[in-house]
């Protein structure tokens, strides 16, 4: 079986007549006069998708796209430039523009190109043609057809399959030379409810690194049409959620993208360099409650956030960010690790290769803890306990935040007594790592559905954590 390094030769550097061989002297004359470092990044990408409303298909695309990105890099200073043609000669034109960014060019110097060999997370192989369109549209269909036969409430349904599959190739002047095959499919499922008038959404959604096959299996779609017509059917009984400041129980899983949010994004090296994070030279310090871990973890297999190699051709690690509520690293890529002193984690992420890369989260989690989550029910007079959130608002920098609960339900005297609406939990990501008492044992995984955006870049994430009791939190409601 072909390496994906020697997949990517033929595939993506031989339709330009390169060739890997080629390499090293090509980065060597990227490597001239007051330049630190620099490197070529390679990608093919294809994507496809396939969205149902109602019973007809409403969008199908297919998009393939290959190209290379040149950086150069002298200081906190970056010269980028990229072309969507991967030749010789278009690597050296966008190589004079990224060099630019110096003031004198002295001659090149030689670099050794050493291959990094990648651990194997995920299969290499494309999901896009495993399965013929046809078979893709009948799959949502059913599901469709499933959402409806559950319950007459449901009144509308919504479907989407995404699949990509991405190539990449990374050559730096520090020597590395590494290759990555990333496939990558997504399932959601939206529903709309209607009772005496008033009309409820529920979603879900399910992804990760494998195949489609596994994917498109009965028993993955059968929950996921559950999963979303049970919290439609939940909100149609909802009531106004009350206002005030009060103890928040928040499920495990999926409600971790408020950690990610309010707290992960500020535990990346960039922010934190520049001083603009909350956490800027707090190493050492307590920043959150003790018994809280955080961790980013890209070594998972099989999950969405997770790579063999980041973007920059470092291999992908477990970094620990807050052991038992001390602050112990940030997550780093090459620039801001080699600008900090401090070795780089693997964090290097771009969105493609017209993209620079910067530090970003894999997959962010909170370690588990020994309480469970009925005990923290019990311990909450009067409170919300959120399972699910919608869409929200983070100022990445401070930590402030605001969201949306899609599902909720009021606490009162230990007790769960009925759903609510319009609940969003406003507050400050660090603060709110402060007043955490209880952590929970069912530390969960999201289902695959996450997606990060910062500055203008989106690539897909992992979030989790176990249960959680937050002593003190602002609850905006509706009553």
């Not at 060019?105 to 670099?111: L, M, Q, S, T």
């Not at 959404?201 to 779609?221: F, K, N, P, Q, V």
């Not at 920043?287 to 063999?308: E, I, P």
Request: overall charge negative.
């Amino acid at each position: 079986m072909q390496t994906p390094l020697q997949i990517i030769n033929d595939t993506l550097l031989g339709p330009g007549d390169l060739a890997l061989e080629q390499l090293e002297s090509l980065v060597s004359e990227i490597m001239v006069g007051e330049i630190d470092f620099a490197d070529l990044f390679f990608e093919r990408a294809e994507a496809e998708t396939f969205s149902l409303e109602d019973g007809e298909v409403k969008d199908a695309s297919y998009h393939q796209d290959a190209g290379v990105g040149v950086r150069t890099c002298v200081g906190d200073r970056q010269g980028f430039a990229y072309s969507s043609e991967v030749s010789a000669a278009r690597i050296r034109e966008a190589a004079n523009v990224a060099i630019a960014i110096q003031k004198g060019r002295k001659p090149c110097r030689a670099v050794n190109l050493d291959h990094v060999t990648a651990p194997k997370l995920y299969s290499s192989v494309n999901p896009i043609p495993e399965c013929t369109s046809a078979t893709k549209i009948a799959f949502l269909l059913g599901l469709d057809a499933k959402a409806r036969s559950r319950d007459p409430r449901i009144i509308q349904v919504q479907a989407t399959l995404s699949i990509s599959y991405r190539e990449i190739l990374v050559a730096a002047t520090d020597g590395t030379l590494a290759a990555d095959i990333r496939p990558l499919v997504r399932l959601s499922v939206s529903v709309l409810a209607e009772k005496n008038g008033r009309r409820e959404r529920g979603s879900a959604g399910l992804g990760g690194r494998y195949s489609l096959e596994r994917l498109l299996i009965a028993d993955h779609s059968e929950q996921l049409v559950r999963n979303a017509v049970d919290q439609a059917l939940v909100n149609l009984d909802a009531r106004d959620c009350p206002a005030g400041e009060m103890p928040v129980v928040l499920a495990s899983g999926w409600p971790g993208v408020l950690l990610h949010e309010a707290v992960g994004h500020g535990l990346e090296g960039d922010f934190n360099r520049k001083g603009s994070s909350f956490y800027a030279g707090k190493i050492g310090q307590r920043v959150a409650s003790q018994g809280v871990t955080v961790v980013d973890d890209g070594t998972l297999a099989d999950r969405r956030g997770s790579l063999n190699i980041d973007d920059e051709g470092r291999l992908s690690q477990r970094n620990v960010l807050i052991k038992d509520g001390i602050l112990v690293g940030y997550m780093q890529d090459k620039l801001n690790a080699r600008l900090m002193a401090v070795p780089p984690t693997g964090n290097g992420r771009r969105e493609s290769y017209a993209h620079l890369p910067m530090p970003r989260m894999t997959n962010t989690f909170m370690e588990a803890g020994d309480a469970t989550q009925e005990d923290m029910i019990k311990s909450v007079k009067k409170g919300i306990f959120a399972v699910n959130f919608g869409g929200g608002q983070v100022d990445i920098t401070s930590g402030q935040f605001v969201f949306a609960a899609s599902e909720a339900y009021l606490i009162e005297n230990g007790k769960i007594v009925h759903p609510v609406k319009g609940a969003t939990l406003i507050g400050h990501g660090p603060e709110v790592m402060s007043a955490i008492s209880m952590i929970g044992d069912d530390l969960a995984l999201d289902t695959g559905i996450g997606i990060c955006g910062k500055n203008g870049q989106s690539v897909p994430v992992g979030v989790g954590q176990p249960s959680l009791k937050i002593d003190r939190l602002t609850v905006g409601g509706t009553a």
